[in-house]
């Protein structure tokens, strides 16, 4: 319909002369406008935007683990106190790692020959755990029976331990062992300012108790 629309509008123009200026366009040969690309920049997302649904969970609380430490040792000193001018150091000749209870040494003492000593009491004043704690033996204001002819003016101390799973001399004392008798020694030596400290090895023939003194306290 255009196209005949169009020609009598171009007879209309001959006739009277006018000019074609009116002439509609045909459709098809418009030009196809080109299609521009979409410039705007994409919408900023803030850094402070919470993004909860993309962050990782918080990290677990870790509890802080409270390190207990053991009380000090109180040395009760009786009225009827002796002369100490000695202290010594012993082992039980026990294999590394395993318990005993002061009982059960004081038993290794008293019981008659052959089963034991047969003596009246646990020879040790002290006796030190595997796992640091000291334990009372004999009365410290009783000489005790741990080194031949030097027992009337000392104390005696002993660590658990001494020797390997083959029962050779070894120094087996546990880290709370050690904090022990440091702890020990320097109470005893408060109160007894005057005493020297010496391994067993330095007065008998023995390797007790299996450490050096001299050189490691």
Same mark, same amino acid.
């Given at each position: 319909?255009?196209?005949?629309?169009?020609?009598?509008?171009?007879?209309?123009?001959?006739?009277?002369?006018?000019?074609?200026?009116?002439?509609?366009?045909?459709?098809?040969?418009?030009?196809?406008?080109?299609?521009?690309?979409?410039?705007?920049?994409?919408?900023?997302?803030?850094?402070?935007?919470?993004?909860?649904?993309?962050?990782?969970?918080?990290?677990?609380?870790?509890?802080?683990?409270?390190?207990?430490?053991?009380?000090?040792?109180?040395?009760?000193? $009786? %009225?009827?106190?002796?002369?100490?001018?000695? !202290?010594?150091? #012993?082992?039980?000749?026990?294999?590394? *790692?395993?318990? @005993? +209870?002061?009982?059960?040494?004081?038993?290794?003492?008293?019981?008659? $020959? %052959?089963?034991?000593?047969?003596?009246?009491? !646990?020879?040790? #004043?002290?006796?030190?755990?595997?796992? *640091?704690?000291? @334990? +009372?033996?004999?009365?410290?204001?009783?000489?005790?029976?741990?080194?031949?002819?030097?027992?009337?003016?000392?104390?005696? !101390?002993?660590?658990?331990?001494?020797?390997?799973?083959? *029962?050779?001399?070894?120094?087996?004392?546990?880290?709370?062992?050690?904090?022990?008798?440091?702890?020990?020694?320097?109470?005893?030596?408060?109160?007894?300012?005057?005493?020297?400290?010496?391994?067993?090895?330095?007065?008998?023939?023995?390797?007790?108790?299996?450490?050096?003194?001299?050189?490691?306290?």
């Amino acid at each position: 319909m255009r196209a005949i629309k169009n020609f009598f509008i171009q007879r209309w123009n001959a006739i009277f002369g006018r000019s074609n200026s009116t002439i509609e366009p045909n459709p098809a040969a418009r030009q196809t406008q080109p299609r521009v690309a979409n410039t705007t920049p994409p919408k900023r997302v803030s850094s402070h935007q919470p993004e909860s649904d993309t962050l990782p969970p918080p990290p677990k609380k870790v509890e802080k683990t409270e390190v207990v430490e053991k009380p000090p040792i109180q040395i009760q000193i $009786p %009225p009827n106190m002796r002369t100490i001018n000695r !202290i010594f150091i #012993h082992s039980t000749a026990t294999p590394e *790692g395993r318990h @005993h +209870t002061i009982d059960e040494i004081r038993r290794w003492h008293t019981l008659p $020959p %052959p089963q034991g000593n047969g003596w009246r009491d !646990i020879g040790y #004043h002290y006796v030190i755990y595997l796992d *640091g704690s000291i @334990h +009372t033996g004999r009365d410290i204001s009783v000489a005790g029976a741990h080194v031949v002819n030097h027992n009337t003016g000392s104390i005696g !101390i002993a660590y658990v331990g001494g020797t390997d799973a083959s *029962g050779r001399p070894k120094d087996t004392r546990t880290p709370e062992q050690r904090a022990a008798l440091n702890a020990l020694l320097s109470e005893l030596q408060n109160e007894f300012p005057n005493a020297t400290i010496h391994g067993h090895n330095e007065f008998a023939a023995t390797a007790c108790p299996s450490f050096n003194v001299q050189t490691e306290l």
